[in-house]
């Protein structure tokens, strides 16, 4: 059974900085890339981040690009998100997820990933 578990999310203020962790297990999770995605109230589920199986590879939404940065520890099963210079339309639940495919290539839509965390709620204050 794979589980994905985000923490880090909070409450700041525009411009500050939050990280997001993400700990996944029940997977080879070495393998696959892993997303970012996030989801505000009354909008569609969308793409923030992705990074390949072993790093080499990230993709960003124009909206985040600059300001934050996904990586990963493979040794410790976890991908982060590094949000800097938040700002109020940045306020969403943000969930992670793992691809459907092993070593595939990284994809910034919900149906090239097939296990999904909880979510962690992000909130910044103008």
């Known amino acids: 059974q794979v589980q994905l578990v985000e923490s880090g999310g909070g409450l700041v203020q525009a411009g500050g900085s939050l990280r997001l962790s993400c700990a996944a297990s029940g997977r080879t999770f070495s393998s696959y890339a892993m997303g970012w995605f996030r989801q505000a109230p009354g909008k569609e589920r969308e793409f923030v981040s992705a990074?390949?199986?072993?790093?080499?590879?990230?993709n960003y939404a124009d909206s985040v690009k600059g300001r934050f940065t996904i990586s990963r520890d493979n040794a410790k099963n976890t991908v982060y998100l590094q949000m800097s210079s938040l700002k109020p339309e940045d306020t969403a639940v943000y969930y992670c997820?793992?691809?459907?495919?092993?070593?595939?290539?990284?994809?910034?839509?919900?149906?090239?990933?097939?296990?999904w965390g909880q979510g962690t709620q992000v909130t910044v204050s103008s």
């Open positions: 990074i390949s199986w072993n790093g080499g590879n990230t």
């Open positions: 997820a793992v691809s459907r495919i092993p070593y595939y290539t990284n994809s910034v839509v919900p149906a090239g990933y097939d296990y």
